[in-house]
């Protein structure tokens, strides 16, 4: 019956010759350009006025800021926003300016959202998403990053690499500065706030709660300025439009000023103190007038 298994093996690579790995078709290495079709774009257009935005608006009825920044904005851009949730990316497909939305590509963990090839399909066909690593800068994320701009395209980028673990950011990494830098294009600074109520880390379905985003000018990098000096000011910016949201563009640009612009890391301190320190959400009071006030430490 040897004859059976000769027929039913797989063919035999000759000692003499370098076997071949195959090259896989999830994670980083997923395709996309179907869904980067005139029809796939079709359909992401139907998925976002059909349930991204009446999703958002059901549980976050968000406030939008600085989208007149962008009207004469043309694409390609970068979009880098700071990061809280799975509801960041449905927030931004609701909120960014039709004319750059529809050749918004965001960037997607591979790890996470392309793991398998169904997970690959619908995160590409309805967001429109391009698969990286988080973990490192490799060539084969560069080279998406890349295509999808000589495409055209405008990348949604989350610097910070991944969710917030307790609502605080987190520094940022230089892909998103340095994929701009390179390819000589524009990044759109974005502060995102009170994703992380609606669906926070860990949590499988939304809450009611109240959400924010604020658009800022764009920003180019500067001659000799490297990637993580453009980073830093990226960062700088994200946090000088949280204290636009907080306090108005009047008192954020005194403080911007002044370079007493707090940076959205928190204070490095315990648990409960990061905690106390966010302070009420949006639209939330803390405490009632007549309570007494915690003390400063």
């Known amino acids: ?14 000692r003499s010759v370098e076997k ?30 059909g349930f ?6 059901l549980y976050g009825s968000p406030r939008v800021i600085g989208a007149d920044r962008l009207i004469d904005v043309e694409g390609p851009v970068v979009f880098a926003a700071n990061h809280h949730s799975h509801a960041d990316t449905t927030l931004l497909l609701a909120t960014i300016p039709a004319h750059l939305r529809k050749d918004l590509a965001p960037l997607g963990g591979a790890d996470y959202f392309f793991r398998g090839r169904i997970s690959g399909a619908i995160s590409a066909l309805f967001v429109g998403a391009i698969p990286i690593e988080r973990t490192k800068l490799s060539k084969l994320s560069i080279k998406n990053a890349f295509k999808a701009i000589e495409r055209g395209d405008n990348l949604l980028i989350f610097p910070e690499g991944g969710r917030s673990p307790d609502g605080w950011g987190r520094p940022h990494r230089p892909g998103a500065a340095f994929v701009a830098s390179r390819a000589a294009v524009p990044v759109i600074p974005t502060y995102i706030s009170g994703t992380g109520k609606i669906l926070p ?11 924010a985003v604020v658009f800022g000018q764009p920003l180019l990098a500067e001659e000799g300025e490297d990637a993580r000096a453009f980073a830093e000011r990226i960062e700088t910016t994200i946090s000088v439009l949280a204290d636009e949201f907080a306090s108005g563009w009047w008192e954020a640009r005194k403080k911007a000023h002044a370079g007493e612009t707090a940076d959205l890391q928190g204070p490095d301190s315990g648990a409960w103190r990061r905690r106390w320190a966010l302070g009420p959400g949006p639209g939330q009071a803390r405490r009632s007038p007549n309570s007494t006030r915690w003390p400063k430490l």
């Open 201 to 211: 880390k860990g949590q499988n379905w939304p809450t009611r709660s109240r959400c």
């Open 52 to 57: 991204f935005k009446p999703a958002i608006n």
């Open 1 to 14: 019956m040897k004859w059976l298994r000769f027929i039913a093996d797989p063919p035999t690579t000759p």
């Open 20 to 49: 071949r790995t195959p090259t896989p078709k999830t994670g980083v290495h997923y395709d996309v350009e179907w869904a980067r079709s005139p029809a796939a774009k079709r359909v992401r257009s139907a998925a976002v006025w």
